[in-house]
């Protein structure tokens, strides 16, 4: 078996203050795909069969293994059985920080990423969007010589973003890493996925600008964290989790102590007061019981308990390495946007006051999760 996905991942880390560029890497697609469909469910398909799945609008509910057949399984799993906090611990801090979240900056980020023709991840838009939300971040982040801007080049063109707020070096939790996620690349299926239309306004513009969002936030309310904090956006969600699994599966190997990691893929739709649907399989009981609480003590939507019944998104990657991981999804799975995937996906159809909540979710994630300096 050949496949691109077998090279060498590495990684470029930039100051705060500095811009780096995406150079765009050719890529060979593999001759065949290990895929996992969930329920037990694993196949080995031509590289054909695969495209034609893309091509034909059938794809998106699957996960692609064949890098990663077995993952690396972080302290044998244990991780998973961590306790977190059962009532809010920082309220006030939290609350402060609230005052500082712009949902229009959100519609404003979604409209931004949906200008690119697509993110595809073998696209030249997809590395481009990269780049401009690199930016973006480092605009914000001048004059914190705490914060760093990574972009984790894959074997494919293009890359995933890594911020980190460092945590207190002095506090012994300062290794522990909370994790905030979405996926910045999108795709239109039933065509070629190189070239077509693929706003992704919702599937995941509007988790990746709310991932922003919450980032702002915080640096403009000037916080710093016991714990590290990062934020994430992951490359070739839509193919499989390959971004999210490279980047699990590295920090797997290397021993890195993510105490948490929640994902926020669509937060936009619908424009009603439909509860969260928060997942939960593929993920960690405890930590989602927790998110469970964050969404009763910070929105006024509430949520249900849903399941996507296969790896819907890249928690599911941080999961199967051993690694506690949540997600919160824009409502009940099965309810959710029906535009997604489609050149459909636009800005028009996105909710501010749902993206509000969901950025409202993610200030006390990272706050209650992190702690406080």
């Known amino acids: 078996m050949t496949s691109c996905f077998f090279g060498v991942v590495v990684v470029f880390v930039f100051a705060a203050t500095t811009v780096g ?31 034609h799945i893309i091509e034909n609008g059938e794809g998106g509910r699957y996960m692609e293994i064949t890098k ?33 979240l712009d949902g229009q900056d959100i519609i404003n980020r979604i409209a931004n990423l ?6 595809y991840y073998q696209a030249e838009s997809g590395a481009d969007a990269v780049n401009w939300l690199m930016r973006q ?44 996620g979405g996926h910045i690349d999108s795709i239109a299926l039933g065509g070629s996925p190189l070239t077509a239309r693929a706003p992704g306004a919702d599937d995941d513009g509007s988790g990746s600008a709310t991932v922003f969002e919450v980032f ?28 999210s699994q490279d980047i699990a599966n590295a920090y797997a190997n290397q021993k890195k102590d993510v105490y948490s990691m929640m994902q926020f893929d669509m937060t936009g739709y619908p424009k009603s007061d439909a509860k969260i649907g928060l997942i939960r399989d593929h993920v960690s009981a405890n ?41 919160p999804f824009e409502v009940g799975f099965g309810g959710d946007n029906p535009y997604i995937h489609t050149s459909k996906d636009t800005v028009d159809r996105v909710s501010l006051e749902r993206v509000e909540q969901f950025a409202r979710l993610g200030v006390a994630y990272v706050v209650e999760l992190a702690g406080s300096v």
């Open 216 to 243: 702002r936030s915080l640096i403009k309310a000037a916080y710093k964290p016991t714990r590290t904090v990062q934020f994430h956006a992951y490359s070739a969600e839509e193919v499989g989790l390959l971004g």
């Open 68 to 100: 990663y057949p077995s993952p690396q399984m972080m302290k044998d799993g244990s991780n998973l059985l961590r306790s977190y906090p059962s009532k809010p611990a920082h309220k006030g801090e939290v609350d402060a920080i609230l005052s500082e």
């Open 137 to 180: 971040y480092k605009d914000v982040a001048q004059g914190r010589s705490d914060v760093t801007v990574e972009l984790f080049v894959h074997d494919w063109v293009q890359p995933s973003i890594i911020v980190t707020i460092e945590g207190d070096v002095n506090a012994d939790e300062y290794d522990e890493i909370v994790i905030l």
């Open 287 to 327: 930590l989602s019981d927790c998110v469970a609480m964050l969404i009763d003590e910070y929105t006024v939507i509430g949520y249900e308990n849903s399941k996507c019944g296969y790896a819907c998104s890249d928690h599911a990657s941080w999961n199967r390495n051993g690694y506690p991981s949540s997600f």
């Open 114 to 119: 949906s200008d690119f023709n697509n993110r």
């Open 21 to 51: 560029v995406v150079s765009v890497i050719s890529a060979t697609e593999p001759e065949e795909h290990l895929i996992d469909f969930g329920n037990g469910t694993v196949r080995t398909l031509s590289h054909v069969e695969w495209k």
